[in-house]
């Protein structure tokens, strides 16, 4: 069987990773749809969808994921219900299960006639992408903790974590 795996991954933490390994133990192919694809440089979203699949792609190799087995691909799409999974269809290799921790994308995938899996959160508490992000933005380096080495060395190299702390700034933020 084929899973389907769809996130915004920004950024790609070491809880996807979990999940990752958690699917690939279940499923014999993993499909990994960056979402949100044409989002990007904004505090929600600061990576584009390159960068995003650089950084999945990496943490994959680094974790010596056999690659074979794993499709990645970046959509561009907004999500408006049930237009959201004839989009996701479109540009999809075939998949036998969508899996995510994100209610409005399991209902809409189970109304339309989906099999649908609830992710595991694997210390949700830690690795979590906005929680990710507010370290990056308070220059903490914890963040570093919370992602594949790969991914923090992609963000630096790229000057990511700069880019996050310059979109979150605002006009009423000192320079």
């Known amino acids: 069987m084929r899973a389907l795996f769809p996130g915004r991954f920004q950024p790609f933490h070491l809880g996807h990773l979990q999940v990752v390994k958690w699917l690939l133990d279940r499923y014999e192919e993993l499909i990994i749809m960056i ?14 969808a ?9 943490s994959l190799a680094e974790t010596g994921i056999d690659l074979r087995k794993v499709v990645i691909f970046p959509v561009m ?22 899996i995510s921790g994100n209610p409005l994308v399991y209902t809409v995938a189970k109304e339309a006639g989906y099999m ?9 508490d830690i690795y979590n992408a906005t929680r990710i992000r507010k370290l990056i933005m308070e220059n903490d380096l914890k963040w570093m903790e919370c992602v594949p080495k790969s991914v923090s060395q992609f963000i630096r190299d790229i000057k990511g974590d700069e880019r996050i702390r310059d979109v979150t700034k605002n006009d009423y933020t000192e320079d």
């Open 35 to 48: 979402g949100s694809g044409q989002e990007s440089h904004s505090p929600y979203n600061p990576f584009t």
């Open 50 to 58: 390159g960068e995003r699949l650089v950084m999945v792609k990496e």
């Open 77 to 98: 799409e907004s999500f408006t219900s049930k237009n959201w999974i004839r989009i996701v269809e479109m540009y999809s290799p075939h998949f036998d299960v969508i």
């Open 116 to 124: 649908v899996e609830r992710v595991p959160m694997f210390n949700r």
